[in-house]
């Protein structure tokens, strides 16, 4: 794994499917110790060996931050994706010995608030199980909105209405239920941070009314489960390292430049920490830029790229690697 | 404004309009011209949603230019002090969506954000715009007294009377730039005192 991303030797010690959809992962530590302890909101970097390829796949850590002897993570199965999720559900089964990073947080809570809304769409439920833990623990005022599709695909949505009762609203979609979302939005007492994790659509639209409400940038908290986008291939020079690499259909630009044993840095692989961000040296094509990370400035100037989302199209494409 | 010197040293920038429906101003003397200043880039309708809280000079100075932009309520307390349960009470009961504009002294920029802070409100989201003196209030380390409008360098504790080196070490706890003794070791010894914060 990457420069700063420390490896944990993990056994799954539980496979567990939750819905048509979900299927819940336990690992432990394969030397019986405790795992590091995190903060609600982190994730881990999931090694899948899956043949002669890697991947290498974030998931929000969903179990309590006070009970580290294993992790969790929910994975929803994408059978259009790339076949992470795929191979999570079909290959990996108790007792199989696996790699991931240590935890990683870009959607920590700030505990400065006074108050923690959340709202949740989908498997963007995840890193909110963790939260809700940490603030039940310590007392912590929370209010959670969780929408899905239907109800028996509100994962964990039986467990959260348990645990915190009408802390939790739920809304489905089959009986038209929505958010009030500039209701919800302005009756918040000043002092409330608002946490958003789901789909690009859902993410866009509440950063978009709580910025025009009002909410400075400040109290916004929002995580996006992008995975790359598949698309056709394309050749790459790698300046530095010297190489010539293609990165395929189903691959993204940084599962290229790993698989060609170069080790560039990252943190979420989802365009938006901004660890693996590379110059482009010269370009003759068209940048798909999947990123949250560079300005749209970055973006027309051509000069950089977001290779763990990113993709190109075109004749000659040299990164500085 | 001030070079930055120290971290903890404020900085402030200039009044800018943010979205939202709610808008509070907190401004003493010259920062009315600091609001007045910025509605020439405000979007119409924005003082429907206005307060201005303004302490006037003795003069009363800049009211009526205040009163021009038609806010939705014009406050003029005749001090910080009578002003801050009001204030202490308006942000307990707001929303999310309720912006903070500051502008006028250091002091009351201060005290003003000490209030929004207890009241869960992010200093990096509070807009400030300093002008007029440089004076500062001043927490003697020693004492513990607060020194009001202190202009000079080095300055004289109010409450104990040491003859204190104003730092430019800010608590936003205590709104107050912290005051230490600068001859303890040899009381004798008096450095000249030079206004340092007009
Ligand atoms: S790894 Fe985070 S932006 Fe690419």
Redesign the pocket.
Not at chain 1, 265 to 277: A, N
């Given at each position: 794994m990457s420069t700063g991303t420390t490896k944990l030797d993990v056994v799954v010690s539980d496979v567990v499917p939750v819905n048509d959809l979900v299927t819940r992962f336990h690992f432990r530590r394969r030397d019986g110790e405790l795992l590091p302890t995190f903060s609600g909101g982190a994730h881990v970097v999931v090694e899948m060996r899956d043949g002669d390829r890697t991947r290498l796949n974030p998931y929000s850590l969903m179990g309590s931050p006070l009970d580290t002897r294993e992790y969790t993570i929910s994975i929803r199965r994408d059978d259009v994706g790339r076949g992470g999720s795929l191979f999570m559900h079909r290959s990996v089964k108790p007792g199989l010995e696996m790699v991931i990073s240590y935890p990683v947080n870009?959607f920590s809570l700030d505990l400065r608030a006074k108050k923690h809304l959340m709202l949740a769409g989908g498997i963007g439920i995840t890193p909110f199980m963790a939260q809700t833990a940490q603030l039940a623990g310590g007392g912590g005022n929370f209010e959670l909105h969780y929408t899905c599709r239907t109800a028996s695909l509100g994962t964990y949505a039986d467990v959260l209405r348990e645990r915190y009762g009408n802390r939790v609203r739920l809304y489905h979609d089959d009986r038209e239920e929505r958010i009030d979302l500039d209701r919800l939005l302005s009756s918040q007492p000043l002092g409330t941070h608002l946490y958003v994790c789901g789909p690009a659509g859902m993410i866009n639209w509440v950063r978009d009314r709580a910025a025009s409400l009002g909410w400075p940038p400040e109290t916004v908290h929002f995580e996006h489960f992008a995975a790359p986008q598949p698309g056709a291939p394309f050749d790459v020079e790698l300046a530095v390292s010297g190489k010539t690499i293609r990165v395929g259909e189903q691959q993204s630009l940084?599962e290229a430049i790993e698989a060609a044993g170069v080790d560039p840095?990252?943190?979420?692989?989802?365009?938006?920490?901004?660890?693996?961000?590379t110059n482009v040296i010269s370009s003759d094509g068209k940048f798909i830029h999947n990123?949250?990370?560079l300005s749209e400035e970055d973006h027309r100037s051509g000069c950089k790229i977001?290779?763990?989302?990113s993709r190109f199209e075109g004749k000659l494409l040299v990164l500085e690697r | 404004m001030a070079a930055k010197t120290i971290i903890s040293r404020p900085i402030y920038g200039t009044l800018s309009p943010q979205p939202g429906k709610h808008h509070l101003f907190i401004a003493d003397a010259e920062g009315a011209l600091a609001i007045t200043n910025m509605a020439g880039k405000a979007p119409p309708g924005f003082f429907d949603g206005a307060e201005i809280v303004f302490i006037p000079d003795p003069e009363g100075k800049h009211i009526s230019a205040l009163e021009a932009l038609r806010p939705a309520q014009l406050h003029l307390p005749p001090s910080f002090a009578s002003l801050l349960p009001r204030l202490r009470q308006t942000l307990t009961n707001a929303h999310m969506g309720l912006r903070l504009y500051l502008a006028g002294t250091e002091g009351l920029i201060g005290q003003a954000m000490q209030a929004a802070l207890e009241a869960g409100i992010d200093h990096t989201s509070i807009e400030t715009e300093h002008r007029g003196s440089l004076a500062r209030r001043m927490q003697c380390v020693h004492c513990k007294g607060i020194t009001e409008n202190v202009t000079t360098q080095p300055a004289l504790c109010s409450h104990c009377g040491l003859l204190l080196l104003v730092r430019d070490h800010y608590s936003r706890r205590l709104a107050a730039f912290q005051g230490v003794c600068i001859n303890a070791e040899d009381r004798s010894e008096i450095p000249p005192m030079e206004e340092a914060f007009p």
């Open positions: 870009l940084l840095p990252y943190l979420c692989r989802g365009g938006v920490c901004g660890q693996c961000e990123d949250h990370w977001m290779p763990c989302v | -």
